[in-house]
């Protein structure tokens, strides 16, 4: 076996074997397959697709790449939810000490920001002293005692889709619905979960543009975790403009301590609700979604899930006090509001355009070596299908530099429409997939 | 532009222009685009193909990747010959002497042997003291002195398809039309020729299997020929079995040096005849085929061949006395025949099980960075057609390693068949495209 031949087989619309995935992936971990060959060969995996036998195979290969976590000491329920990405998605950072005080373990990993989007992990590191890059015995002694950990992707986790994800971001080999569920579900799987959420992100700012798209990747996701007896729930939610009012990383932790404390925008509420009530009942802490709600209500209203991130935060090094001095996250010099140019509705907030405004703000990175600025950002004022007269501030951008804002400002007004009649607004939830 | 917005629009099915090919060709070269997005590309390439002004504009960025020859000092008009790679195709090696005996300007680059085909420089050092290796002002002083030089590629000319080459031949991108057409084009530009002929070379040991790939091999590269008027022949050529009856290294010399004599197998010196006509018509020399054979035959018949041969290789710093006695090749230390099964006629010898054989043997690379060995080689002693007794030899095997022979021989008898009946043999020559 070459990697040649298997490259060649997948170029001319072959099959490949469970034996000749599992020898690619091995070989490639080790790097006796080498960046050129596995580019290669994941652009013809790319055009030529995969058939389910050999998403299985390139699952199991990946997910066997390195360790697996054991978390068999953790008595609670564990459950995690994964994000495939969106512009101003901080709902994992309210969501997941939410659940965690009604009783889900959730042991978190999560990635950086690139492109348009932003990441947890960047978001969570303003807070200051929070510490992400956790070794594998402190992962599971944070998740034991506290039930919620909130880090990075360990090292020895999965790594051949460390090498695989950076090599894709380089060669044009992201947006391939097996490739993207191969990568999700073999990391997801080696955390040792009970059950699984996911929010697969249909719009504009989102890897999946249409409810087709976001259809097939949902029901691919579900069927891996299928055929590892894992129980995989898929929401289809809206990405068509961001989430919530803020698009940064110190202002969206700012958002999400809102959420905690009663508050927030209502479309950012509604999705944590609606992944938090699916994550109880997958738990069984929760019979019914009604059910499932009350609890995370009880749980915002008690102060017991803003308890339960304190814990974690203070348990990552971090100074809790951020909780109730918003204050101390990092801060923008700047200040500049953007205004509407005419009286009306505002029709469009253009998610991807936003978002990438935002990372040219200096908020995200556009290669992966960039750093990122923690205190700029942009905060949407105005939403589509709130009302404006002309000159009212649609979105204010927080920022640094002159520079950076000459660069973004000219995006973020492109992403704005305002017209005389306001346009009907999808819901929020668009579908769902079920194991 | 970047590297990853050409491969996405090459990978969905979109038209590079011709800025964008000359980016690519010209940071690829450079090196700031890597070979792993090179190969992602050529990938999706392979697969997608390329329109006429892709193929034009890819031929172009590769042409002017580094020098072009000038051999405006050469008053003889200058044709080169260049064959799509066969088994026992040492066609180069007695063609080039007749026709520069015949008057024309020979600047021949040849390449090296890999997989189961052999390379003409391999063949050539073979000789005894020869050099391939020439810096540009001996390769030209060479040619206007003795009308010929037999030389490697300049590493100065054409860097691009040099890095290409390599990458496709470890990814799987080698059998693409484009690329193929492309890559030789931009080498035989860069020589600065008045005309070209092409041996296209049909069948299972050749890149082209079947006859109309071969046309559309041979039709893309015509028209690239006409883009940049230069005139260009090709001939479709039979490369079902080795051409004439040496395979190997200092064998197919001595075969050379036969023909030269005005000896040689009949299939070997009816290709020879059919290209150097080609040769002769395409520099004015002969206004038709049938005087073209008249000067071809003259110049073996006189020894200004032989003549020719042994100018250039005293040039070319090697011992002309082989040309008398071949003895002086060197010679594999044990020979093993390969005694025919059963008595009837010669029905298949495969060239392509009898290039891997004679690779097995050590004549030639499965790796580029494998070394071969010279004397080493196989004698077909019965061809297609040849009437054979149970017992009679069909090949001799000249080795030097007892493990080698042992891996080699099976494969050579997998390559012959012997039946009752004999089977219609097609022309050696299929078909031809002209500019």
């Not at 971090?318 to 010099?333: N, Q, S």
Request: hydrophobic share 45%; proline share 6%.
């Amino acid at each position: 076996m070459t990697a040649v031949d298997l490259i060649e087989k997948k170029r001319d619309g072959g099959t490949l074997s469970e034996a000749e995935i599992g020898w690619l992936i091995k070989n490639y971990t080790s790097g006796s397959v080498t960046d050129y060959q596995m580019s290669a060969m994941l652009m013809a995996a790319f055009i030529r697709g995969f058939d389910e036998a050999e998403l299985f195979a390139w699952t199991e290969a990946m997910l066997h790449s390195g360790d697996v976590l054991d978390l068999s000491a953790v008595e609670m329920p564990k459950i995690d939810k994964h994000s495939t990405g969106g512009v101003g998605d901080k709902v994992s950072i309210p969501l997941a000490p939410m659940v965690a005080a009604c009783g889900i373990a959730v042991p978190m990993m999560s990635g950086r920001g690139l492109g348009h989007t932003g990441g947890t992990l960047d978001k969570l590191e303003t807070i200051p002293g929070f510490t992400t890059g956790l070794d594998p015995d402190t992962f599971a002694r944070i998740l034991s005692d506290t039930g919620l950990v909130l880090a990075g992707q360990s090292s020895t986790l999965v790594p051949a889709d460390r090498k695989l994800y950076a090599l894709r971001d380089a060669t044009g080999t992201v947006p391939s619905i097996p490739l993207i569920a191969s990568s999700i579900m073999s990391k997801k799987l080696a955390e040792d979960l009970d059950g699984l959420v996911l929010d697969i992100k249909v719009g504009e700012g989102a890897f999946m543009e249409n409810q087709d798209d976001a259809h097939e990747l949902a029901d691919t996701m579900v069927g891996i975790g299928r055929t590892y007896e894992l129980e995989v729930v898929a929401l289809l939610t809206l990405m068509d403009t961001p989430l919530g009012r803020e698009v940064g990383n110190a202002n969206e932790i700012a958002e999400s301590i809102a959420v905690l404390a009663g508050g927030g925008p209502d479309d950012l509420v509604e999705v944590t609700y609606a992944l938090g009530s699916e994550m109880l009942q997958l738990a069984k802490l929760a019979g019914d979604d009604e059910t499932a709600r009350g609890q995370l209500r009880a749980a915002i209203d008690s102060g017991s899930a803003m308890h339960k991130f304190a814990e974690v935060i203070e348990a990552q090094g971090g100074d809790p006090r951020v909780l109730d001095d918003p204050g101390l996250l990092p801060k923008a010099r700047y200040q500049e509001d953007l205004p509407a140019p005419s009286s009306g509705f505002v029709t469009v907030c253009d998610a991807l355009k936003v978002g990438l405004a935002a990372m040219r703000l200096g908020a995200g990175r556009e290669r992966k070596e960039d750093r990122i600025d923690p205190a700029v950002g942009i905060t949407i004022l105005a939403k589509p299908g709130d009302p404006v007269d002309a000159g009212q501030p649609l979105a204010r951008l927080s920022f640094n530099d002159e520079g950076r804002l000459a660069m973004a400002r000219p995006l973020l007004e492109q992403a704005f429409q305002v017209a005389a009649v306001p346009a009907a607004r999808p819901p929020m939830i668009l579908g769902e997939v079920r194991s």
